[in-house]
Each structure stands twice: as C-alpha cells, then as structure tokens.
C-alpha cells in the first residue's frame, strides 16, 4: 500500500461527458502529481500541483483541468470526453519541495482510475 | 518525441539468470533517473534511482547503471526471480527530484521458471 489512494478505481462514461477522479496523497506529501497512461503509450505526465498551487505542467489537454484544495487532495477534471481519453490515470505524491533542488526524493503512485469511454 | 526510450516492449528471462532492462534518453538536462516497477492492477512502485553525478548505484540485487555520454542506462537484476515478472517503467526528471517525471514506455519482464 502506497498510501496514495485514488477514487474511483473504475469508471465508465459517454462521449462528451464530464468526470472528476480524485486522489489523496500519502500523509504529510505537499506534491501531487496525475499521469495518464493510455493503451499503447507510457506514462505520460499531466500536471503537478504543490501546496496547492500548480507547480509543472506536461501534455494536458485544455479539456482537462486539475486543482488541489487546502486539505491536499487533489482532483482531475476531464470534460467533453473522446474515445481516445480512456486511459488509466494515476495519481503520485512526493515529499517534493516543488522547487528545483536535489532532493532525491521518489513518487509514490495510487492504484490508478480505470476510465473508459464508449 | 520520446525523450526517455525503452525500446525492448518484453523480455523473457530464466529464473536464477541475469536480467537486463535498458532505456535510452535524448534530454541532456536529464539529471536524475529512477525505475518503477509496475504489476497488473496496481500503481507503479519506485524500485531504485541514481543521480547523473554518479555511474552506478546498488541496491539487493538491483544495480542501475548510468552512462552519461551515451545517454543509455540499465537496470541489472541477479538472480532474477519470478516475483520480478512485471512492467519496468524508465524515468527521468530535471533538477534533482521526482517533478514531472518523463516515463519510457515499459518493458514487460517474464521470468521463466
């Protein structure tokens, strides 16, 4: 058990819908981090929030949006669904100051959410 | 364009040998590395890591070793066991830390018994 747990692990929706997955980090981690990882690709990172405040972005799309609330969960929000947005999608957190130090710190991953699209 | 490459999708190894996983990176900013473990169902677990300032780090039987000029490292497991049947994720990050991790695409290790 990461301590990293993600709701729901499973979810299935209609094109041009909207969802929300939510993540909770590991006890005392300030960084929180989603990734998406498709069929035939690898993890492909998202966007990562610290302290609530959004610290790194990658390959999100403008249909997907994140925020993380005082309590330090986090939640992903992806609207106007497409086939191609199933994915698993992972939650990670880290102990990351979110600034560029070496602090060799690792991600602890959740079980991720299952999304499929139909 | 992938920046971090594991161009080995699976690898079939007989229990008690020598397994190799390699990954190559084209980011020369790329300055630490880490490999992930994944099994079906379950979320990726950090396995081991090294920092660019060293060539090789240990840990049990898991060796990472790194070569800066070549832009290619390797993840060495002795003896290989069939518990270490998994996906192995290659992963590499600017500045120090685990921000905004960049994966490979995995390599799926079967351990033959």
Redesign the interface.
């Known amino acids: 058990d990461?301590g990293?747990t993600q709701t729901p692990k499973h979810l299935i929706t209609a094109t041009g819908q909207r969802v929300t997955l939510r993540c909770s980090p590991r006890s005392g981690d300030l960084?929180v981090?989603w990734?998406q990882q498709s069929l035939?690709?690898?993890?492909?990172?998202l966007i990562?929030y610290y302290n609530g405040e959004e610290?790194?972005k990658?390959n999100i799309l403008e249909r997907f949006s994140a925020q993380q609330f005082p309590d330090l969960h986090s939640e992903l929000n992806l609207s106007s669904l497409e086939l191609g947005d199933s994915a698993l999608y992972?939650c990670?957190s880290?102990d990351?100051?979110?600034q560029?130090?070496?602090?060799?710190?690792?991600?602890?991953?959740?079980?991720?959410t299952r999304l499929t699209v139909v | 364009d992938q920046q971090?490459k594991?161009n080995s999708p699976s690898l079939s190894v007989q229990e008690g040998r020598i397994s190799i996983l390699n990954c190559d990176y084209t980011n020369s900013m790329f300055d630490?590395f880490?490999w992930?473990k994944k099994y079906p169902?379950?979320?990726?677990?950090?396995l081991i890591?090294i920092?660019s300032i060293k060539d090789k780090n240990e840990d049990g039987r898991f060796t990472v070793f790194l070569n800066k000029s070549a832009k290619h490292l390797s993840l060495h497991i002795v003896p290989s066991q069939p518990g270490d049947s998994a996906v192995y994720?290659c992963?590499a990050s600017?500045?120090?830390?685990?921000?905004?991790?960049?994966?490979?695409?995995?390599t799926h290790l079967i351990i033959q018994p």
């Open positions: 990461s990293v960084s981090y990734y035939d690709q690898g993890l492909q990172f990562q610290r790194a990658g992972f990670a880290s990351g100051t979110g560029m130090t070496n602090l060799n710190t690792e991600a602890f991953f959740g079980q991720g | 971090v594991q630490y880490l992930y169902a379950e979320g990726p677990t950090f890591s920092s994720f992963a600017v500045g120090g830390g685990a921000d905004g991790l960049t994966f490979g695409k995995g």
